[in-house]
């Protein structure tokens, strides 16, 4: 069955850096379109940014433009992104997520806390 299972989340000051990681199992990786979201405290989820399956960037959101870095590793079934410069209104619950057969799957989250 598919699986999703991120990690990397923890505590950081605002300006640090985290990566975020999210492996993958169950279905045939590489050929499916990879998302991070994030659910931040009292907020609906919103997406993050989307990779193809072949590593073109679809869209990040306009607040994360020059900070994040989505990348994935095919041959090792992996999802990162990379998160710089982190503000404290980056505290969320970070979920990995892809779309198989209409369906979306989604990962048990990691959080990230940006505080000082």
């Known amino acids: 069955q598919v699986q999703l299972v991120e990690s990397g989340g923890g505590l950081v000051q605002p300006g640090g850096s985290l990566r975020l990681s999210c492996a993958a199992s169950?279905?045939?990786?590489?050929?499916?379109?990879m998302s991070w979201y994030r659910q931040a405290p009292g907020k609906e989820r919103e997406l993050v940014v989307t990779?193809?399956?072949?590593?073109?960037?679809?869209n990040y959101a306009d607040s994360m433009k020059g900070r994040f870095t989505i990348s994935r590793d095919n041959t090792n079934n992996r999802l990162y992104l990379q998160m710089n410069s982190l503000k404290v209104e980056d505290t969320a619950v970070y979920y990995c997520?892809?779309?198989?057969?209409?369906?979306?799957?989604w990962g048990q989250g990691t959080q990230v806390t940006v505080s000082s």
């Open positions: 990779v193809t399956s072949g590593g073109g960037i679809v």
């Open positions: 169950g279905f045939s990786f590489s050929s499916y379109i």
């Open positions: 997520s892809t779309r198989i057969g209409g369906y979306a799957y």
